[in-house]
């Protein structure tokens, strides 16, 4: 399978956390970094940052919930594994222009979401692969994630605690395993022959609860409203 290196055109700029990014954290053990951004119009919530993950994710209820077309998706010729081995289902990919922003500054990037047929009470794992393009760099002491915009501001996008604590919490609830996906099988791993429906286990991700995002009525006037 090729890969398609991207150029990272992020202004060269540092990226720091202080004390004062501390301030807002409630104290945590091992909440994920769970946050919002905007793709389709809307703003999608509990988009899981995951550096463990080699591919950027969208599950199935999200991309029915988002109204997008099955004309949309591209074939996707490689495979995506769990961490014990797992194959996942993969319908396809499709590319969306997706915005991270903090109330003052902003960033609309181009991402190739990986549509995986699996509940989930994530909407979207955000991977390696648009956290490297977009020089962003999270910070689970400080739960957030900062990145550099076109015109060299930092933007500056805190977890939702609240979600990611309920999200964890669900995951231990459910012993279910805490994995991430990746395209290549795990070391040791015989990697499977046919493609099939992926195990609870499969993904970094809890099968349990809706799928919750809400609307952006500016950008999307005609917007279907859904539930949060």
Known sequence: MSVEIVEDHSPDVDIMFTKGDLRDVVPHDNDPIVISLVTAGRT???VLVDQGSSADVMFWPTFEKLQLSLDQLRPYGGCLYGFAGDQVEVRGYI?????????????????????VNA??????????PTLNRTGAVPSTRHMKVQLPSVEGLIITICSDQKEAKKCYENSLK??????????TPPPG????????????TALEVVAEGDVPMEDIEARSENAVQLER
């Open 44 to 46: 999608v919530h509990r």
């Open 95 to 115: 590319e969306l222009r997706t915005t991270f922003t903090d109330g003052l500054a902003s960033r609309t990037e181009k991402i190739r979401y990986l549509v």
């Open 119 to 128: 509940p989930s009470a994530y909407n979207i794992l955000l991977g390696r």
């Open 174 to 183: 459910n012993k279910r395993s805490v994995c991430h996906v990746t395209t």
């Open 189 to 200: 791993a015989e990697p499977a022959q046919e493609t099939r429906r992926v195990s609870d």
